[in-house]
């Protein structure tokens, strides 16, 4: 069974439009023509040469990441940067590379709602919202019942299958109000606080945002760890509306990140 990639993109699409990234993103096509017949797709966080080895020995001529293969302009596309490798690879070997980042992101189900749904956050809203109604960056929503942090922290470390996590000073009082956001979440600490949450999870936490106020609790639980589970969520996308289409997640742990 083959379909064109536009007709694959178009259900991408559908689910989080690439005109709401954010405007220093790259998310869409990287490289291809979205008119060729794709017969396999392969699902990957990172665009890494080690995935577009694996789409090749498992057949798929069309890989769609999270993160984007090209984020700045590319001056030649040679073999000295991996960048220049993974482009000259998949031209060579005629796959198409799609790429949905921050519009993913922003959506209520998308990387953020994902989170949330993993720690059972209910009456969910947009932490950081667009100016478009319910798109936005990040969740903020209650916990179904107050948690204190030593409970806390074990569920989040269960429910992301963490060894380790970071975080500021453990707040003594009970927690019941959570913002989180996939990724690098930094930027949106200030609204955390704003929205009157106690703990805010993200990742690429740098070490002067741990310097915390006491009812309030920093918790860093890994870049690619917060964002992993989107790859099911893509596969999910295609196969709700494509039941018999050949798609499959890289077994490549892309995570650049080790843990002694």
Known sequence: MSMKAKEIIALFEEFAPANIQESWDNS???????????????????????????????????IVTHHPLIFKGVKKIGTETYIERVITKLIRNDILAYSM??????VPKGVSGLMAA?????????????????????????LK??????????LVKKEFSLVTLKTSTPIKQPITKVALCGGSGSSLISS????????YISGDISYHNFFCEKEFMIMDIGHYESEIEVLDLMMNIILKKIPNFAVQKSEINSNPIYYH
């Open 118 to 142: 993993r720690i059972g956050l209910i009456n969910q809203e947009i932490l950081e919202s667009d100016v478009e109604e319910n798109i936005g960056l990040g969740i903020v929503g209650d």
């Open 145 to 154: 019942k107050p948690l204190f942090a030593n409970e806390f922290i074990k």
């Open 192 to 199: 955390a606080i704003k929205s009157g949450a106690q703990v």
């Open 28 to 62: 869409g096509l990287m490289v291809g023509d979205i008119s060729m017949k794709v017969n396999k797709v392969l699902l990957g966080l990172d665009f890494t040469e080690e995935l577009v080895e694996e789409a090749i020995e498992c057949g798929a001529n069309m």
């Open 101 to 106: 980042h921050t519009n993913i992101d922003k």
